[in-house]
């Protein structure tokens, strides 16, 4: 018995250490575990589909270059899927770091010029700025209110895109990424009730929770975690970063799993032997 | 002085507040207009009061130095250090540009993987936490069990495989009782929000009317 | 082949991330070098964009005749008078030109986005034929607004109610928790494979 | 004139208005509030108590992203801010160190040190007062828990008191505090990051509460009598639900009245 109580009292750098050690096997050891695909990533993936041919996608980027590895398949994926289907796409960063991570993967890991795309034409990048909740009232409202020029400084009216292109009334879709859980409601309150438009989420896997009270009524579909990236990965038919963490995640979770049921077998041991002695 | 202290503050609280409702709750366009400049407005001040944490990150690093500096050389270590990387820093943003492959390199590998990292960390500090805590020592405690354990387990591949019908228990956690109490959770703290805000705005707030 | 200011770059990476993790073992001169490290730079960084915030929102338009910027970069400026006690109330203009819009802005979006909205939803999906679990939704709605309810003691209806509110408010914790602990995983995962390709970098792969 | 579909939002935030301003009459002639016991109120001053018996520091923290003014978090901000003022007073009159955590957002920094020295001042000891003692880490969760622990490992912690806007800095900041011996007092108005308040803290404020407990901590009547119309909104809520639900499951949907 005492034995079983001392479970629930193991030194807390035992259970750092095995799970550091569990990750780190698969990385070098892959297993290639299958995925299963859930409800709000498959209408996240219909509400793209559905799109009638030449709409205008808006990209709310939340990007963060600390939260890469959650965020990355999401929307590398999301970007494969949109330029495969030819729509036109307008980038706008909400966080400093987007801009940065636009620079680097929307030229790198996925080129739109691939797909036929051509800048300014197809897609534009509007760069930085501190949008916040009031912000995103004033993107929704008057793009040139909060963007005079594109990221590389051309005005916007130079830009055959933008033409005769200035607030909700143009856009068909957005696509509201974000890190921050309750900044949902900022899509929600400054898009979807005002205006009723459809708005898709992409955003960490803590906040999925959060989304989900807002989800199928007021955002159509929606990706929280790399995990859900990983699943939109495998139904759009895209491979990318997630599907190799899905295997260090399945081990690196094992120790936690153990040490909860650890800590239960105390409690319950203990709670036994002192009625016993009662 | 004192109206210019307390009663001018409250007042211009009171003012911007209902402008800013005006804004969103009329179709009149001044309103409209006065709302994106005043937005404009709150990312300038907000930006020109950056230095201010420098001021305060400085002031404290010195003391902490000053108390600490007989104690040993790593101590200077520790004061240099932030001065050096944030003029390195600083110096590269202002020469070359936050857009330059010089300031995006010192990004790419100081700041993202510093950032990265310390979520890294809270793997493990949620891990020693939920060790503690996950016990069913009573039906309040097993709920949170429940509903972290099955959600987990939703989540991880190697289980969505082993454990037939597991996605959508953990789905069903995440869309029925998880928005029944979150939502209940949402609407109970948005209404202390609002009976803050409308004394705020009443000028009946008191961290925004006392002050020293 | 990777180029030797990238191997730098991801060497440097490296000592970072450990530095990070080994406060977890306890605190280390690795990690206090580390802390001051990111707060430079962090400082660093913040002031940067800020700069360029006030040069691309206030600066040059003021330059090109918007007057009115004035104001906003005036008011910035009296942020700075709290490090001077005799003229520190100063600073309380512009917080309170801040706490305005934000209070307003709060209102206007709180009544319906998290008050209204939020019971509306919940009556639609039990009329659109939810069934039962429209109705448990509910029933979480109602009970654990219960809780929060701090003029009633929690006892008899109410008490019971709040009895299972709570369980419904643990059950979503529990889904937080979960939520949040996947993701630290991914980003461990992430460093990991960071290091996993220094190394390999390190032996020319 | 008035925005499409803005009529309930009007009426309801009139309502709440007039309320406001009956409950604030109320408080003036003395009627206040009968509140349930909420224990975490009590362990503060504990904490305090503590922090002194072990000789080492009260620490408040209000999140990496704490400060923010002009955003729709705002009142969890001047709600910190209540308890910030409440905490320095406390630590001044007992005799604590108070290191304070300050957010990224600088705008917020004035008011942080207005709010620690009127603390100090209402107890006559502004002298006491440590500018250095308001610690500042630059932009963002990552730099900030990492100052926040380091403090802790360096300074050691009696108490911990963590109200406001926390993202995913607190499961760092808490269990790290727990770890190296503290007492763990907290809240947030963010339900998606109350579970780690709830598991790392010795004494949860949870969610709403933070708001109720505000006011009690600051024993101003006026913030006292609010709470009367946050109550009479949960019960609004709780009714409007029930008759919605009751009503729907005959065929009537009520939605449309609230806004949808």
């Avoid at chain 1, 990209?59 to 270059?65: D, E, Q």
């Avoid at chain 3, 939803?121 to 654990?144: L, Q």
């Avoid at chain 4, 209000?62 to 978090?73: D, I, N, P, R, V």
Wanted: aromatic share 12%; proline share 4%.
């Amino acid at each position: 018995m005492s034995i079983l109580r001392k479970l629930g009292k193991i030194d807390y750098r035992w259970l750092y250490i095995t799970s550091l050690i569990l990750t780190a096997i698969p990385l070098f050891v892959p297993i290639g575990l299958s995925v299963t695909l859930s409800e709000p990533v498959k209408d996240y993936y219909a509400a793209i589909q559905a799109l009638p041919e030449d709409s205008v996608i808006a990209v709310s980027f939340g990007g963060s270059a600390a939260l890469l590895d959650e965020q990355e398949a999401q929307f590398l994926a999301t970007w494969k899927t949109i330029f495969s289907l030819g729509h036109k796409v307008i980038f706008y960063s909400t966080t400093e770091d987007g801009p940065m991570i636009l620079r680097d993967h929307l030229g790198k890991k996925v080129i739109p010029e691939d797909y036929g795309y051509t800048y300014g034409v197809d897609y534009v990048e509007l760069g930085f700025s501190p949008l916040g909740e009031p912000g995103q009232a004033s993107f929704a409202a008057n793009i040139r209110g909060v963007y005079q020029a594109d990221s590389r400084g051309t005005p916007l009216d130079d830009l055959p895109m933008m033409i005769g292109f200035n607030n909700f009334e143009n856009i068909d879709l957005l696509i509201y990424e974000y890190t921050s859980c309750t900044d949902i409601e900022w899509a929600i309150r400054q898009w979807t009730v005002p205006y009723q438009t459809k708005v898709i989420a992409t955003t960490l896997g803590c906040c999925g929770p959060m989304a989900a009270p807002y989800y199928p009524s007021q955002i159509a579909g929606f990706l929280s975690g790399s995990g859900a990236g990983t699943e939109l990965e495998v139904l759009s038919g895209n491979p990318g970063p997630g599907a190799a963490m899905s295997d260090s995640k399945s081990i690196g979770i094992l120790p936690q799993l153990i040490f909860i049921a650890f800590g239960n077998i105390a409690y319950f041991a203990n709670k036994f032997s002192k009625e016993d002695e009662q | 002085m004192s109206t210019l202290k307390k009663e001018v503050p409250k007042l211009i609280v009171m003012v911007f507040g209902i402008l800013m409702i005006l804004g969103s709750y009329t179709t009149i366009p001044i309103f409209d207009t006065l709302n994106a400049e005043l937005t404009s407005w709150t990312m300038t001040i907000s930006a020109v009061s950056v230095w201010l944490g420098a001021v305060y990150a400085t002031y404290a690093n010195y003391q902490l130095y000053m108390r600490n500096r007989k104690e040993g050389i790593e101590h200077l270590i520790y004061f240099v250090v932030p001065f050096l990387v944030f003029g390195l820093q600083f110096g590269a943003g202002i020469l070359y540009g936050v857009e330059s492959s010089q300031y995006l390199w010192y990004f790419a590998h100081i700041y993202t993987n510093i950032g990265a990292a310390v979520y890294a960390v809270m793997f493990f500090t949620l891990a020693s936490s939920a060790y503690r805590t996950f016990i069913a020592s009573s039906w309040d405690a097993f709920a949170l069990l429940a509903g972290g354990l099955i959600y987990t387990l939703r989540q991880i591949p190697l289980f969505q495989a082993f454990i037939p019908g597991i996605v959508g228990a953990g789905e069903w956690i995440m869309l029925v009782p998880n928005v029944g109490g979150g939502r209940g959770a949402v609407i109970a703290a948005a209404l202390g929000a609002l009976a803050l805000g409308i004394r705020t705005l009443m000028g009946k707030e008191a961290t925004v009317t006392e002050g020293a | 082949m990777v180029g030797t200011m990238e191997l730098l770059g991801m060497a440097l990476g490296t000592f970072l991330i450990f530095s990070t993790l080994s406060m977890l073992w306890k605190d280390n001169p690795f990690f206090r070098v580390g802390q001051m490290a990111v707060m430079g730079s962090s400082i660093a960084h913040f002031i940067l964009l800020n700069m360029q915030t006030v040069r691309d929102n206030a600066w040059t338009p003021l330059l090109n005749g918007d007057i009115l910027m004035v104001i906003p970069l005036v008011l910035g400026l009296l942020m700075y008078a709290r490090l001077k006690k005799s003229i520190a109330w100063l600073s309380r203009y512009p917080s309170s030109v801040l706490i305005g819009i934000g209070t307003g802005v709060m209102i206007a979006g709180t009544v319906s986005g998290q008050v209204l909205d939020q019971i509306a939803i919940t009556i639609t999906d039990v009329f659109n034929g939810g069934g039962i679990n429209a109705m448990i939704i509910a029933i979480g709605v109602v009970t654990s607004i219960t809780f929060f309810v701090f003029t009633k003691e929690h006892t008899g209806v109410v008490g019971k109610s709040a009895s299972i509110g709570r369980k419904f408010l643990m059950i979503s914790l529990g889904a937080n928790w979960s939520g949040e602990i996947v993701w630290y995983l991914t980003q461990l995962v992430g460093r990991l494979m960071y290091i996993k390709n220094f190394l390999t970098a390190l032996m020319g792969g | 004139m008035i925005e499409t579909g803005s009529w309930m939002d009007l009426i309801f935030l009139a309502l709440m208005t007039i309320l406001t301003n009956y409950y604030l009459k109320k408080a003036a002639d003395g009627t206040l509030p009968n509140l349930r016991t909420i224990p975490a109120i009590a362990a503060i001053q504990e904490g305090v108590g503590k922090s002194i018996e072990e000789n080492k520091p009260v620490h408040y923290a209000m999140g990496a992203s704490g400060g923010q003014l002009y955003s729709t978090l705002v009142s969890m901000t001047l709600t910190s801010f209540a308890f910030l003022k409440y905490l320095s007073s406390l630590c001044a009159r007992l005799g604590a160190r108070l290191i304070v955590h300050m957010p990224y957002q600088t705008e917020s920094l004035p008011m942080i040190e207005e709010m620690v020295r009127e603390g100090y001042r209402v107890e006559g000891k502004e002298e006491e007062f440590r500018v250095e003692d308001l610690r500042y880490y630059g932009r963002g969760a990552l730099t900030w828990t990492q100052g926040v622990t380091a403090s802790y490992a360096q300074e050691g912690v009696g108490l911990n008191l963590s109200i406001g806007i926390f993202y995913s800095d607190c499961p760092i900041s808490l269990e790290m505090a727990k770890i190296m011996g503290g007492l763990n007092v907290g809240g947030t108005g963010r339900w998606i990051m109350v579970y780690a308040f709830a598991m790392m803290c010795d004494y949860v404020f949870l969610g709403e509460e933070i708001y109720a407990a505000a006011a009690i901590v600051s024993q101003n009547p006026t913030m006292l009598a609010g709470i009367w119309v946050e109550e009479l909104g949960k019960f609004f809520s709780i009714a409007m639900s029930i008759i919605g639900v009751i009503l729907a499951l005959v065929g009537l949907n009520i939605a449309p009245i609230l806004g949808i």
